[in-house]
């Protein structure tokens, strides 16, 4: 799988939240199904789990620059939280 287009038509047809506290926040909701964690992520608790609860993490090889680069953002994405893959298959993810 193509990773970087996955996380593209994730971010154009689902429900993607961005960022540390809406990543957290997704969680405690109870709403996340993934989390996608960069590398340089500064929650410890993100970056050295393999999941929360329920919900799995994947690591991505790379730091929250090259995410956001993934992701098509002009900025640095360090955690994100998939709550609807919408016609992405991102859930396929290994985690």
Do not use: N, W
Not at 28 to 44: G, Q, S, W, Y
């Amino acid at each position: 799988m193509d990773l970087a287009h996955a996380l593209k038509v994730a971010l154009e047809t689902g429900t993607v939240r961005i960022g540390l506290t809406e990543t957290r926040a997704a969680v405690e909701e109870k709403k996340a199904r993934l989390l996608i964690v960069a590398r340089t992520c500064p929650d410890l608790k993100l970056t050295k789990e393999r999941a929360i609860g329920k919900v799995p993490i994947y690591h991505y090889d790379g730091t929250a620059v090259d995410l956001g680069q993934a992701c098509g953002r002009p900025f640095p994405i360090s955690a994100m939280a998939v709550l609807d893959p919408g016609s992405s298959a991102i859930l396929t993810l290994e985690t």
